[in-house]
């Protein structure tokens, strides 16, 4: 259903852009996020974006660095991460929530179907 893209290794302060593929039907009608898990933590919900109006939430964590986007010709969710900082080093995941259209909060128990998640290692 889901397959991530754009991870990579990157120095502190640079920007990576990661992508999504998923189907018209996905992104039209189920809200979409991104999660991020390190080793021996549970996964991070990282931001949100509603399908009906494009709005979007964030982790503090990430607030003011990272921008959810998606782009239903390319049938692609993104997510560009600016400023990186070491502690961003993790594998990121897509994934939709299936209840609607809107996003209810990033609780990964609330998410329906995953990626297989793509590696992004912050580091100088």
């Known amino acids: 259903h889901l397959m991530e893209s754009g991870g990579g290794l990157v120095q502190p302060g640079g920007s990576l852009r990661l992508s999504c593929v998923a189907s018209?039907?996905?992104?039209?009608?189920?809200?979409m996020a991104w999660f991020r898990q390190t080793p021996g933590k549970g996964r991070e919900g990282i931001s949100c974006i509603a399908s009906n109006d494009g709005s979007t939430v964030y982790a503090d964590s990430v607030k003011g660095r990272f921008t959810i986007s998606r782009d239903v010709a390319a049938n692609t969710l993104y997510l560009q991460m600016n400023n990186l900082k070491s502690e961003d080093t993790a594998v990121y995941y897509c994934a939709t929530d299936e209840e609607g259209p809107l996003c209810r909060d990033l609780t990964p128990q609330k998410y329906d179907y995953w990626g297989h998640g793509t590696q992004v290692t912050v580091s100088s």
């Open positions: 018209p039907f996905t992104l039209n009608y189920y809200a």
